[in-house]
């Protein structure tokens, strides 16, 4: 009877063993699959910041060269009807011209500073709803290698 006994606690020994390994391979495999997951999703963080970042980086450009015409533009229309001696309706009608046209040049500029803003705006709150999905699967912010737009746009324009 006592071999009997043993020869049942000895099935189920082995019964739990066959379990425990079975659970082991399945949780190694969630926790394959859970880290992969979060590997693509820092690849896409890091994605996106880039094609942010570099989108911003190209209005800030734009807007910086439409700024400096603008302003040579003004600068020039000055001089050009300080000096000038064409009869004063000739004047007034290219001074008005050139008004539409800077008038023109500044709703473009506040465009982009527009597009820059919201731009730079969904970049963070993009960043911040991914942290916080982060978090949730148990992964630290920290963990996650990201730069605000601030940062990379900083970085930039000094290395220009």
């Not at 189920?12 to 390994?21: A, I, R, S, T």
């Not at 007034?92 to 731009?119: H, M, P, S």
Request: aromatic share 2%.
């Amino acid at each position: 009877e006592n071999q009997g006994q043993q020869k049942v606690v000895e099935k189920e020994l082995k019964d739990l063993m066959v379990e425990y390994e079975l659970l082991l391979q399945a949780f190694q495999k969630v926790e394959q699959e859970r880290d992969e997951l979060l590997q693509r999703q820092m690849e896409s963080i890091l994605d996106v910041q880039q094609r942010s970042s570099l989108k911003k980086i190209l209005l800030e450009k734009k807007l910086s060269a439409l700024t400096e015409t603008l302003e040579e533009k003004e600068a020039q229309l000055c001089t050009t009807l300080s000096v000038s001696s064409i009869e004063p309706t000739t004047r007034n009608a290219a001074a008005n011209k050139l008004q539409e046209v800077l008038e023109g040049k500044r709703a473009t500029i506040d465009a982009l500073q527009a597009d820059l803003a919201r731009e730079s705006m969904e970049d963070s709150q993009l960043l911040h709803s991914w942290k916080e999905q982060l978090q949730a699967t148990g992964v630290s912010p920290q963990d996650v290698p990201s730069r605000t737009t601030e940062h990379i746009l900083e970085g930039t324009t000094s290395v220009s």
